[in-house]
C-alpha cells in the first residue's frame, strides 16, 4: 500500500490496496487505521468490494449505527443510503459544513463512504481538518474558549422541514447533546475545535468571566460560536475529493467536517455510508 498525501493539512490517498483484504488481515487494518489518525481523512480509487464487505471493514472499527432520518440499505442495517436522483426534493441538500452527528451523546467516530453513482462532474465533498482549525486560532480566542461547551441539535437541521408533531418527537428521541467547544481527540490526544452546524449555543458562556455587559452574552456569544463556525470555512484547513464509481472515503468524525458540493444538475448521485458509532470520550 502507497499513502499519497493529497493537501499539506488533510488527506491522503490509499493506492494499491483492496478494503475487502483488510477485513481480515489485522496487519494492513492496522497500517491503515494509522494513517486514518494521521491524516484524518483517506481516499481510494476502484473499490470494487461488495455491500457486506464494505460493512465487514467498516465494523473493525466499531458497530454501525443507522441514521434516524436517511433510511439504511435494506439488507445491509448500517449502511445508510444517501441517493440523490433528478426528482428529489430540494430539501434533501447535504451543503453544510458538519460533523456528523454530533446531536448524539456519542457522535461517531468515523465513516466509510463509497460512491455507487455520481454525477461525471460536479457532487465533490470537501473535509477540514478541525485540529489544525484549532491549532491556528489566535491565542487570545484559544483562551476565551477554554473550558466552554455548547448545544447540539437535531431540531433545526433534519427537523426543520417536518410537521411540528414530527419534528417534536424527533427532538425527544434524539435530545439536544452538550459538548465541550475543544474536544480531546481520544486516541491522538489533539485539541479538536469541536462546533460545527449542528451547534445552537454555548451552555456556560453567561458569566463574569466572559460578560460585562449585555452585549458581551447577545450578540457576543454567538458572534464568537458563528467566528469558531466559520473555521471549516477556510480552505488551507480543506481537501477536496471528486467522485468515480467505486471512490471510497473514509473519515476521522472525531477531527474533521465535511461538506458535500451540491453543484450538479438533476442527476444521479448514490452514496452509501457506514457511519461507526462513537464514544463519550471527549
Ligand atoms: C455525508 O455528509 O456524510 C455525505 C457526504 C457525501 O455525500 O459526499
Not at 476502484?46 to 471493514?57: G, Y
Amino acid at each position: 500500500m502507497r499513502i499519497e498525501q493529497l493537501t499539506c493539512n488533510i488527506g491522503a490517498e490509499l493506492v494499491g490496496v483492496n478494503l475487502a483484504d483488510a477485513v481480515h488481515d489485522d496487519g494492513l487494518f492496522k497500517e491503515i487505521k494509522n494513517a486514518l489518525l494521521k491524516h484524518k481523512v483517506l481516499f481510494l480509487r476502484d473499490q470494487e468490494i461488495s455491500r457486506a464487505d464494505h460493512v465487514a471493514f467498516a465494523e473493525r472499527f466499531g458497530k454501525l449505527e443507522d441514521h434516524p432520518v436517511a433510511g439504511s440499505h435494506p439488507e445491509y442495517p448500517g449502511l445508510v443510503q444517501i441517493y440523490k436522483s433528478p426528482d428529489t426534493p430540494i430539501d434533501r441538500y447535504e451543503n453544510a459544513w458538519h460533523t456528523d452527528a454530533t446531536w448524539r451523546e456519542a457522535p461517531p467516530m468515523g465513516c466509510v463512504l463509497r460512491c455507487v453513482e455520481c454525477p461525471d462532474v460536479g457532487g465533490d465533498t470537501m473535509w477540514a481538518n478541525m485540529v489544525t482549525a484549532y491549532e491556528m486560532l489566535p491565542a487570545h480566542v484559544k483562551e476565551q474558549i477554554a473550558g466552554l461547551r455548547a448545544r447540539h441539535s437535531i431540531e433545526a437541521s433534519f427537523g426543520a422541514a417536518m410537521p411540528i408533531e414530527k419534528r417534536l418527537a424527533l427532538k425527544a428521541q434524539y435530545p439536544d447533546a452538550e459538548h465541550p467547544v475543544v474536544r480531546t481527540h481520544p486516541e491522538t490526544g489533539e485539541k479538536v475545535l469541536f462546533v460545527n452546524a449542528f451547534t445552537t449555543h454555548f451552555t456556560n458562556f453567561h458569566t463574569k468571566e466572559h460578560v460585562r455587559f449585555g452585549q458581551d452574552a447577545s450578540p457576543g456569544s454567538s458572534m464568537l460560536l458563528n467566528y469558531l463556525i466559520s473555521q471549516a470555512f477556510i480552505p488551507e484547513y480543506q481537501v477536496r475529493w471528486r467522485w468515480k464509481k467505486n471512490s471510497m472515503a473514509i473519515w476521522d468524525n472525531r477531527s474533521t467536517q465535511h461538506y458535500a458540493v451540491m453543484d450538479y444538475p438533476p442527476c444521479h448521485r448514490k452514496m452509501e455510508r457506514a457511519g461507526i458509532i462513537g464514544d463519550t470520550t471527549f
